[in-house]
Every structure is written in C-alpha cells, then in structure tokens.
C-alpha cells in the first residue's frame, strides 16, 4: 500500500478586508442622487443661483434704466431686444427679474441663517437639559408659533419708515430689507428649534454620548461635536424648506407695498405691474414665474433631503 501524502492547509487568519463604512453624509448623497424631485429641486436652485451670481453680468439693462420708455415705449410686448417686454414705467422686465435673484437668495439665506442659529440654540439647550429648562423653552417656542408674523412684520416696516425721517438711519442703504430679513428669521425659528429638541432628545442617551462624558467631555463639547453633527441631517430638510418659505414672505411683503424701494424683488414687479395685467401680463407673470420656480426648487430639493435622510418617511 503505498503512503499517500495529504497536503494539509492551514486555516488562513487573514480575513477579507471590510468595505469601509460610508459617512452618513455620503450615504445621504448617494441616496438623494437616486431622487428624481431631489434632483430635478436642486436643479432648479442652481438655476436661482446662477442667475443670481452671474445674471447682473449678462443682463441687457440696468434695472434703473428707464431708456426704454422712450423705445419702444412702456408695456411694450416682448421682442428680441426686451425678451420679456417692458413694464408700465418702461423697465425692462427681463433685466428687473434677473436682479430681482440675489435679493430673493439674500432673504432666504439671511433670514434661514438667523432662524437656525436662535433655534438651534433654543432647541438644543431644551433638549440636552430636560425638565424645567425644557418645559419654559418649549412653552416659549409655542409663543413664537402662534403670533402672527405678517402683521407684526408690516406693521414694524410701516413704523420704521416714518421714526426713520431726518435720523441719520435714513441714509442707511437697504434698511428696509435688512429690517425684512430680520423679522422673517426671528419670526421662523420655532419649527427648528422644536425639531432640534427632537434629535437632541433621541441622541443624548446614545452610547457615543455616554462615551464622551465618560472621557470627560464639557457639555460644549457634546453638545457641538457630537450631537449637532448627527442632527444636521434631520435640520437640514427643515431650512431648506424655510428658505423657499422666506422667499415666498418678502414676495409678499412687497406685493403689499411694504418692500425696500431701494431693492429689486420680485413682489415689488408684481405690486407695480398688477394693475396693467390685463395690458401687459408678461409685467406681471415674469416675476410670479421666478416666484414660483425659486420656492418649487427649495420645495423638492427638502423632498429630496427628506427621502435621503429619512428614507423611513415615506415608507
């Protein structure tokens, strides 16, 4: 019987490498990537912004030029020179819409950045701390929610404009619209603020919290480095939502006469363009388009956020 060698392999202890782990952000991306609105939102955004940035360059009239009045005169219809027309004051409307873009963009992301930083702060203390802490910074967001925003807005803009007369603020360039931007966000944080609360509830008693107070970690630190991170995600949805919201206000602060006089924005075109509609309707329906694409794209691209952040949501 002949010997037969068996050729035994030894057990390899090298084991196949993990796929890394991706980040919530990268996940969130790739998500969102699959998002039709998402997509199709933030397309239209970077159409806004686009305008916005590099519109003023391109346009074919300072937004203060009246020259076409005298050809082809006011309400005049579309045409190669005026793609949009001019309005009843002889302004080219096109040129009138695209510098009517930053102001919109300025509102919504001034007025966003004010309402996240008091509501973040408001909710986060909330949330961390608990109790009576908790109990008198929700009952004061609640305050917020029910107090009505567009009165208290016109009626400060209508006061400041008369205390303002022979003071040095008079000269003081888009005081108006500055006063615009600060309402509307201090008015705007109590959504954000109860949703922070939310997440800082659900993430204080994780293990990488524990973790952290088990190293030593301040409240600061915790509160900045390790909940808010993993927040963000949730807060993101709710500011993109509230910029298109801010846009849609000062439209129609200024659609009631209450806008800056200084500043293009596109509820002032319709406030001075209603009137002639029936005359000129590309006065009137240029701006409201611009309108309605800024807040539809600021729309889907939350959908969007939402299916890629929370995609438990629409389960």
């Given at each position: 019987m002949s010997d037969q060698t068996i050729t035994a392999h030894p057990p390899s202890s090298a084991r196949p490498a993990r796929r890394p782990v991706k980040g919530i952000w990268r996940q969130g991306w790739q998500r969102f990537a699959r998002s039709r609105t998402g997509m199709l939102g933030l397309i239209l955004v970077l159409l806004v912004v686009?305008?916005?940035?590099?519109?003023?360059?391109?346009?074919?009239?300072?937004?203060?030029?009246?020259?076409?009045?005298?050809?082809?005169?006011?309400?005049?219809?579309?045409?190669?020179?005026?793609?949009?027309?001019?309005?009843?004051?002889?302004?080219?409307?096109?040129?009138?819409?695209?510098?009517?873009?930053?102001?919109?963009?300025?509102?919504?992301?001034?007025?966003?950045?004010?309402?996240?930083?008091?509501?973040?702060?408001?909710?986060?203390?909330?949330?961390?701390?608990?109790?009576?802490?908790d109990e008198v910074l929700m009952r004061f967001t609640d305050f917020f929610l029910v107090i009505p925003m567009f009165v208290v807005i016109l009626a400060v803009i209508r006061l400041l404009g008369v205390a303002v007369v022979n003071t040095p603020f008079e000269s003081v360039p888009y005081l108006n619209l500055g006063v615009i931007i600060l309402l509307i966000g201090v008015f705007s944080w109590a959504p954000i603020a109860r949703m922070t609360r939310a997440e800082f509830l659900r993430l204080k008693n994780q293990e990488f919290v524990e973790a952290a107070r088990c190293i030593g970690a301040t409240s600061g630190d915790i509160l900045f480095r390790h909940i808010l991170p993993n927040a963000l995600p949730s807060l993101v949805v709710i500011v993109a939502l509230g910029i298109g919201g801010a846009v849609l206000a000062e439209a129609m602060i200024g659609f009631l006469g209450f806008g800056d006089p200084a500043a293009v924005s596109w509820g002032q075109l319709l406030y001075f363009n209603y009137e002639a509609l029936k005359v000129a309707p590309w006065a009137s329906l240029s701006p409201g388009v611009a309108i309605f694409i800024t807040v539809l794209g600021f729309n889907l691209l939350a959908d969007g956020l939402t299916d890629a952040f929370n995609p438990r949501a629409k389960r």
């Amino acid at each position: 019987m002949s010997d037969q060698t068996i050729t035994a392999h030894p057990p390899s202890s090298a084991r196949p490498a993990r796929r890394p782990v991706k980040g919530i952000w990268r996940q969130g991306w790739q998500r969102f990537a699959r998002s039709r609105t998402g997509m199709l939102g933030l397309i239209l955004v970077l159409l806004v912004v686009a305008t916005a940035v590099i519109g003023p360059f391109i346009a074919p009239f300072d937004p203060q030029d009246q020259s076409p009045m005298i050809d082809p005169g006011a309400k005049a219809p579309p045409s190669w020179v005026h793609p949009l027309g001019t309005d009843r004051m002889g302004y080219d409307v096109a040129s009138r819409v695209i510098y009517g873009a930053p102001t919109a963009l300025a509102v919504g992301l001034g007025a966003m950045s004010i309402a996240s930083l008091i509501g973040v702060l408001v909710g986060g203390v909330a949330g961390y701390r608990g109790g009576t802490t908790d109990e008198v910074l929700m009952r004061f967001t609640d305050f917020f929610l029910v107090i009505p925003m567009f009165v208290v807005i016109l009626a400060v803009i209508r006061l400041l404009g008369v205390a303002v007369v022979n003071t040095p603020f008079e000269s003081v360039p888009y005081l108006n619209l500055g006063v615009i931007i600060l309402l509307i966000g201090v008015f705007s944080w109590a959504p954000i603020a109860r949703m922070t609360r939310a997440e800082f509830l659900r993430l204080k008693n994780q293990e990488f919290v524990e973790a952290a107070r088990c190293i030593g970690a301040t409240s600061g630190d915790i509160l900045f480095r390790h909940i808010l991170p993993n927040a963000l995600p949730s807060l993101v949805v709710i500011v993109a939502l509230g910029i298109g919201g801010a846009v849609l206000a000062e439209a129609m602060i200024g659609f009631l006469g209450f806008g800056d006089p200084a500043a293009v924005s596109w509820g002032q075109l319709l406030y001075f363009n209603y009137e002639a509609l029936k005359v000129a309707p590309w006065a009137s329906l240029s701006p409201g388009v611009a309108i309605f694409i800024t807040v539809l794209g600021f729309n889907l691209l939350a959908d969007g956020l939402t299916d890629a952040f929370n995609p438990r949501a629409k389960r």
